[in-house]
Nanobody
Framework: QVQLVESGGGLVQAGGSLRLSCAAS????????MGWFRRAPGKEREYVAS????????NYADSVKGRFTISRNNTKNTVYLQMNSLKPDDTAVYYC????????????????WGQGTQVTVSS
């Protein structure tokens, strides 16, 4: 059974940084892409970033490009999201995802989701 467990969320002031982690278990971590989505209050789930199985290819939403960095450690079965220069608009529940997406921007392309971790950015 695949499990994705996020951690690292919290309350931070605008301009600050947070690092999210997602520990995966249940299948061969290095065989799958990993990603992050977020859902802000009253909004649909939004693609944030993704990384391929080896870590050699990363992609970002335009809204976070240059501020967020996704990375993975295949020996620790963990994916990270380093978030810098945070803005109040980044406030959301952040979800870790795993799969072999046919279209990475679509939530339905991903096989498994974590339970989410809250990130709140105050102005």
């Amino acid at each position: 059974q695949v499990q994705l467990v996020e951690s690292g969320g919290g309350l931070v002031q605008a301009g600050g940084s947070l690092r999210l982690s997602c520990a995966a278990s249940g299948r061969t971590f290095s065989s799958y892409a990993m990603g992050w989505f977020r859902r802000a209050p009253g909004k649909e789930r939004e693609y944030v970033a993704s990384i391929n199985w080896s870590g050699g290819t990363t992609n970002y939403a335009d809204s976070v490009k240059g501020r967020f960095t996704i990375s993975r450690n295949n020996t620790k079965n963990t994916v990270y999201l380093q978030m810098n220069s945070l803005k109040p608009d980044d406030t959301a529940v952040y979800y870790c995802v795993q799969g072999i997406p046919y279209y990475r921007y679509s939530p339905t392309s991903w096989d498994y989701w974590g339970q989410g971790t809250q990130v709140t950015v105050s102005s």
